[in-house]
Structure formats: structure tokens, C-alpha cells
């Protein structure tokens, strides 16, 4: 390139000299300053377009592209899921729950043949109203003299409500541990428990021990 636009500067200096000879009245000085004048300005054009070939844009008319701008999408909403709506489990028609012993606590001890009344507390926590057609019934065990059934109540215990019901019965005549089972009978002779027993009777359980003697104090 530096050989290129110096044979260019030489070609340029021999054609303005023979070009712009200065006339024979100009004086040798002014000559000279034509010349010099003449060779700077074309030194000068000729650099110009060493550094600005055509045909190409100028730096400064060069823009950089500037990058697209995308639309942020707006954020989507998770969908919530329906909550499933749980379904209430019937209660069934019949259904009893065991509150107390009123009397006769297990363990309680009785003599051989001694008679007792065992009484519950139950609580009615069914659907249906139990009326006198609801009975108590002798369900195994040790019968204990007892009946095989006894009317719960003469009126109405409607669901929610509690109700006591008694039934007479007599120790065995030999000592040991005994118990009886009961459940409950609607009027349809369908028997049916208690949901607080795994087996859903609700009993009676007594020891039957002889008496101790008092020793006679020696006179």
C-alpha cells in the first residue's frame, strides 16, 4: 500500500509540473509556492481516497443494529383443582353407644347365689327412634339367672337421647369369674350393638367368692 501512493504521488508531482508551469513572469518564488501548493493538495485528495475506498460506507455512517424487543408474555395462572366435596357416611337406622354401669362395676363380688340388679346407661346414636318394641337381649356368656330379653323402654328414646335399663340376675353357687353378654333388638327381631365394643355387646361381669369367716374370739 505505502509503494502504491508513492509511484501515485510521483505520477501526480511530473503531470502538475508539466500541467501548471507557471507562466515566465512569475518569479522563481512563486513558482515554487504554486508547485508546492498544487503537490499538497493533491497529496492530500490522494490520501483520502487511500482511506476511503469506494464504494464502502463510512465508519460513522455504519449503525449497529439494535436487537429486537419481544413482548413479555404475561404470566399465566395455575388452575386451582375443585376440591372434592367428602360425602357424609349414613348412620345407619340402629346403632347404640355404651355410657356407663350405673351398678354393679366389673369385678364386683357376690356370694354363691346372691342376688343383684345390673344396670347401663346407653345411648341411643342411631337414626331411628327406639320405642317398646327395643329390647335388650341375653347375647352368651354366663345367663346368670337372667331373662332372655327385657323391654328397654315403655315410651321413646329418640337419637341422641340415653336411657337406663335394669336387669335382675343371681351369682352362680361356685366361686370364680363370670360374665354375661347383651345386645340390643328392634322390633323387626334384628339384633345390633354398640360401636364402642370390637364385639358390640356391652356385659356384666362379677366374682362369686364364699364368705370369709370372722374368727370366734377365744373365751
Known amino acids: 500500500m505505502k509503494k502504491i501512493v508513492q509511484a501515485l504521488i510521483i505520477s501526480l508531482l511530473l503531470l502538475l509540473a508539466a500541467c501548471n508551469m ?45 436487537p429486537a424487543v419481544e413482548d413479555t408474555p404475561a404470566p399465566t395462572q395455575t388452575p386451582v383443582p375443585d376440591t372434592a366435596t367428602p ?39 342411631g337414626s331411628c327412634a327406639w320405642t317398646s318394641g327395643y329390647d335388650i337381649v341375653f347375647f352368651g356368656g354366663d345367663a346368670m339367672s337372667a331373662p332372655s330379653a327385657v323391654q328397654i323402654t315403655t315410651g321413646t328414646i329418640n337419637p341422641g337421647q ?14 370364680g369369674t363370670y360374665r354375661g353378654n347383651w345386645k340390643l333388638r328392634d322390633p323387626s327381631d334384628v339384633i345390633f350393638g354398640i360401636e364402642n365394643s370390637s364385639s358390640g355387646s356391652f356385659w356384666v361381669e362379677i ?6 369367716e370372722t374368727p370366734t374370739p377365744e373365751p
Open 87 to 125: 360425602t357424609e357416611t349414613p348412620i345407619p337406622c340402629n346403632l347404640a353407644k355404651f355410657i356407663a354401669d350405673i351398678t354393679v362395676p366389673d369385678g364386683t363380688k357376690f356370694e354363691p347365689g346372691e342376688t343383684f340388679k345390673k344396670t347401663w346407661s346407653l345411648k341411643n346414636i
Open 162 to 175: 340415653t336411657v337406663q335399663v335394669s336387669v335382675d340376675l343371681t351369682a352362680p353357687g361356685s366361686e
Open 207 to 212: 366374682v362369686v367368692a364364699l364368705p370369709t
Open 22 to 66: 507557471p507562466t515566465p513572469t512569475a518569479s522563481p518564488a512563486e513558482q515554487t509556492a504554486i508547485i508546492n501548493t498544487s503537490v499538497a493538495r493533491t497529496v492530500a485528495a490522494s490520501l483520502g481516497e487511500a482511506t476511503q475506498p469506494s464504494g464502502e460506507p463510512s465508519a460513522e455512517a455504519t449503525q449497529t443494529p439494535q
